[in-house]
């Protein structure tokens, strides 16, 4: 009876580690997804500021602060 449950038990911790794995595994690829999202992000917005100097726009916004 001893050997049966310490044959489960090890089963048990062989399930627990591959469980851990693949969530890791899970999360690393969510989180790969997401930074591709991100870097497909690049450009948006550009035609809202065509045609605007960006040194000009930052020192307008800086004045307006004092």
Same mark, same amino acid.
Not at 13 to 32: F, G, M, P
Not at 44 to 62: F, S, T, V
């Given at each position: 009876?001893e050997d049966?449950? #310490?044959?489960?038990?090890? @089963?048990?911790?062989? =399930? @627990?580690? !591959?469980?851990r794995?693949?969530?890791?595994e899970?999360? #690393?690829?969510? !989180? ?9 992000l690049r ?5 809202? +500021?065509?045609?605007?100097d960006?040194?000009? =726009?930052?020192q307008?916004?800086?004045?307006s +602060?004092e």
């Amino acid at each position: 009876m001893e050997d049966c449950l #310490n044959k489960l038990d090890k @089963q048990v911790h062989k =399930y @627990q580690e !591959e469980l851990r794995l693949l969530k890791a595994e899970a999360l #690393n690829k969510d !989180e790969e997804a997401h930074m591709l999202d991100i870097r497909g992000l690049r450009g948006l917005g550009r035609e809202l +500021w065509k045609g605007i100097d960006a040194k000009e =726009y930052i020192q307008k916004e800086r004045d307006s +602060w004092e």
